[in-house]
C-alpha cells in the first residue's frame, strides 16, 4: 500500500482539480446510459406498452409546463430530446471538463516532479555516483517521469470513469430487474478479483524486468562513455556478445513469462466475459417471454450489460498497462526517497539566501581523522595548518589519503572527529554554498559542458566581465589557443569537451578557476595526465598564480611541487614528513624515494 499511496502522493498539488475532472468523466460516462434507456421506452411507446412510471410522471410535468398535450407523440419528443442533450450537446463540452484536465494535470506534475528529481541529482551524496552510473540515473529518473506522465489520463480519464459508469449500470439493471443485477454483480466481482489477483503476480515480474533492463541501459551507457577503450582494446565482439546475452535474457523473461502470463490471463477472462454475456442474454430472453419484462426493459438490459461486460476488456487493458509502467514508477519512488547528503538544504537555497565570505585563506586541518567503513580509516589525527596565500603541496603513494583531506576541505563528507578551521570559523558552522564559493579546484580531468568555450569559462561566475574572462585566460595560458578555435570564445567545445586536448582542458579548468577569485585554489593531479610539453604550460600557468592565494596542490609527479612552500607527505592516512623540497630530499625519507625513483626509474633503499 506504500507504493500506491506513493502514485497518489505524486499528483497532491493537483487533488482538488483530479477530484474535478474524474467526476466530471465519471458523469459523463453515466450520462451515456440515458441513450439506451431512452431507445428502451422510445420502444415501449412504439409498441404501445407503458413506460416507467418515474419517467411518464416527468413528462407530464414537462406538458404541463409548456401546455402541451401528454400523448405519445409529445412522449417521442422528450425522449429524442434526451438524446440530442446527452449525445450532441454534450459533444463539445466533455473534451474540455474532462479530457484537457487530465493532461494538463500530468503534463503539470512531470514538470513539478522533473525539476525535484533534478534537486535529487544535484543533493545525492557523493558515494551514490560512485556506484551508479548517469546511465543508470538518467534511465531510471525518464522512464519513472514518463510512465507517470502517460498513465495518469488512462487511469483518471478512462478507468475510474468506465469503472463508475458499471457500476451505474449494475444501478440501472437493478431498477429494471434485481435476479439479472445480482448474477451481474457476482460475475463482475469474480473476473475482476481473478484479474487482480495474476495482475499482482505480473507486476513482481515486471519489476525484476525492470531491473534488468536498468542494468542493461547501463552497460550501453558505459559502452558509449568509454567508446575509446572499447575499440583500442578491440573488444566490439565481446561487449556484443555481453549486451547480446543480456537482452536475450530480457526477452525470454519479457515474451514467455510476462506476455504469456497476460495472453493466459485475458483468455479466460474472455470465457468467462462471453458466458456471462450469453447468461445474461438468456435469462431477459426468458423473463421477457413470461411477460416479467417488457420490449423496452428487454432492450436497455441486454444493451447496457453488453455495455458493461465490453468495458472489462478496456479496463483490463488499462490495468496491464498500469501493472507494466508500475515497476518503474515504483523504481522513481526509491529513488526520489534516497537520503540526499547532508548539505543538501544549503546548496539549493535562493541566490539571496547564500552568505557571502572573504576568507584570507588560513586553513587548519585539526586533529581530523575520517573512514569511509569505520573499520579502514582513511585519514587518522591530521593537524596542518596552511598560512594565507601560502602553497602547500600533498604528496604520497596512491591511497595514502590525499583526495580524501581535499573532499573534506570542500564538504563532500564530514569528518567522524577532529574539524576543518577556515580563518579560525569551523567549516560546519558556515552555510556550505558561500563556502564552496570561496574555493575553486582543478580535476585531473576537467569536466566540459557541451556549450561554447565561454560558456564553460563562465561556468561558475555567470557575470564575470570580458576584461575578467580576458585576464585569467592570459594566467592560464588559455589564450594561446583559442585563435586557433573555428570561432574563438564562442566555439562549441562538445560533449565532454572532446574537441580539446587534455592540455587545453586543464588550462580552461584554472581560467574557470581563477574567475571564481577563490581565497583557496586546489589543483588536483593537474598534470598527471599530460604530456611534458602540456605539463610545462601548466606549471608555468600554475607559477604565475603561486602567492597570490593560499594554493594547495596534490600531485605525483614532484616537479609540479618543487616550489611549495610547503611540502607534506603523507601515507596510510598519517602525515609522515613536513617541508619544503629541499629539506626533505636531506631527510631522506618517503619524500626522497618517491624523487630518485620518479628521477631515475630506480628505488633507493
Not at 537482452?247 to 468467462?272: A, N, P
Not at 543538501?344 to 547564500?354: G, H, I, K, R, Y
Not at 596512491?398 to 580563518?423: A, C, E, H, M, W
Request: charged share 20%; net charge neutral; glycine share 6%.
Amino acid at each position: 500500500m506504500h507504493r500506491l499511496k506513493y502514485i497518489f502522493e505524486y499528483y497532491r498539488s493537483y487533488w482538488s482539480l483530479s477530484i474535478f475532472s474524474i467526476t466530471a468523466s465519471s458523469v459523463f460516462e453515466v450520462i451515456d446510459l440515458a441513450v439506451p434507456y431512452a431507445i428502451g421506452q422510445l420502444l415501449n411507446l412504439l409498441s404501445n406498452q407503458p413506460i416507467d412510471r418515474l419517467l411518464q410522471q416527468g413528462i407530464d410535468q414537462i406538458a404541463t409546463m409548456t401546455g402541451q398535450v401528454s400523448d405519445r407523440t409529445f412522449g417521442l419528443i422528450v425522449l429524442l430530446g434526451i438524446i440530442f442533450v446527452v449525445t450532441v450537446v454534450r459533444a463539445p463540452i466533455q473534451p474540455w471538463l474532462s479530457g484537457w484536465f487530465h493532461w494538463d494535470i500530468a503534463f503539470k506534475a512531470r514538470r513539478d516532479h522533473t525539476i525535484e528529481a533534478v534537486r535529487k541529482i544535484l543533493t545525492l551524496p557523493l558515494e551514490f555516483y560512485d556506484e551508479n552510473n548517469p546511465g543508470r540515473i538518467a534511465g531510471r529518473v525518464a522512464r519513472g517521469l514518463s510512465n507517470h506522465t502517460w498513465t495518469y489520463p488512462e487511469i483518471a480519464g478512462q478507468m475510474i470513469p468506465k469503472v463508475i459508469r458499471v457500476v451505474g449500470i449494475f444501478v440501472m439493471i437493478l431498477f429494471v430487474e434485481w435476479r439479472i443485477a445480482i448474477l451481474f454483480l457476482f460475475s463482475f466481482i469474480f473476473i475482476l478479483s481473478f484479474t487482480l489477483k495474476n495482475l499482482t503476480n505480473l507486476m513482481k515480474k515486471e519489476e525484476r524486468l525492470d531491473k534488468y533492463e536498468e542494468n542493461t541501459e547501463s552497460r550501453t551507457s558505459e559502452i558509449v562513455t568509454n567508446i575509446k577503450t572499447v575499440k583500442a582494446f578491440a573488444t566490439e565482439a565481446e561487449e556484443l556478445k555481453r549486451q547480446s546475452q543480456r537482452i536475450q535474457r530480457e526477452f525470454k523473461f519479457l515474451d514467455y513469462r510476462i506476455h504469456k502470463g497476460y495472453t493466459q490471463l485475458f483468455s479466460w477472462q474472455r470465457l468467462v466475459i462471453e458466458s456471462s454475456v450469453f447468461i445474461v442474454l438468456a435469462l431477459t430472453l426468458w423473463a421477457t417471454v413470461q411477460g416479467q419484462l417488457s420490449l423496452g426493459h428487454f432492450v436497455t438490459t441486454l444493451t447496457v450489460s453488453s455495455m458493461a461486460y465490453a468495458e472489462l476488456e478496456p479496463i483490463s487493458q488499462l490495468a496491464e498497462v498500469f501493472a507494466r509502467r508500475y515497476a518503474s514508477m515504483q523504481r522513481l519512488q526509491e529513488f526520489m526517497e534516497l537520503p540526499t547528503g547532508t548539505d543538501a538544504a544549503s546548496l539549493l537555497d535562493a541566490p539571496e539566501a547564500v552568505r557571502h565570505y572573504q576568507f584570507t585563506g588560513k586553513v587548519h586541518f585539526d586533529q581530523l581523522s575520517f573512514a569511509y567503513n569505520a573499520d579502514r580509516p582513511i585519514l587518522q589525527n591530521i593537524n596542518l595548518l596552511i598560512e594565507p596565500n601560502q602553497t602547500v603541496a600533498l604528496v604520497g603513494r596512491s591511497g595514502s589519503g590525499k583526495s580524501t583531506l581535499v573532499k573534506l576541505l570542500f564538504r563532500y563528507f564530514d569528518p567522524q572527529s577532529g574539524r576543518i578551521l577556515i580563518d579560525g570559523q569551523d567549516i560546519r558552522q558556515l552555510d556550505v554554498t558561500g563556502y564552496r564559493k570561496r574555493l575553486a579546484i582543478v580535476h585531473q580531468e576537467v569536466d566540459v559542458f557541451n556549450g561554447t568555450l565561454l560558456d564553460n569559462l563562465t561556468y561558475g561566475n555567470p557575470t564575470a566581465t570580458r576584461e575578467e574572462v580576458d585576464f585569467a585566460c592570459r594566467i592560464a595560458r588559455v589564450d594561446e589557443f583559442i585563435h586557433l578555435l573555428p570561432q574563438g570564445y564562442k566555439t562549441i567545445v562538445g560533449e565532454r569537451g572532446v574537441r580539446l586536448s587534455g592540455g587545453q582542458r586543464q588550462r580552461l579548468g584554472i581560467a574557470r578557476a581563477l574567475l571564481m577569485n577563490p581565497d583557496v585554489l586546489l589543483f588536483d593531479e593537474a598534470t598527471s595526465s599530460l604530456d611534458y610539453e602540456s605539463e610545462r604550460s601548466i606549471q608555468l600557468a600554475m607559477r604565475s598564480i603561486l602567492g597570490t592565494r593560499t594554493t594547495i596542490i596534490i600531485a605525483h609527479r614532484l616537479s609540479t611541487v618543487r616550489e611549495a612552500d610547503k611540502i607534506v607527505v603523507l601515507d596510510q592516512g598519517q602525515i609522515v614528513e613536513i617541508g619544503s623540497h629541499d629539506e626533505l630530499l636531506h631527510q631522506g625519507g618517503i619524500y626522497r624515494r618517491l624523487h630518485m625513483l620518479q628521477e631515475t626509474g630506480e628505488l633507493v633503499a
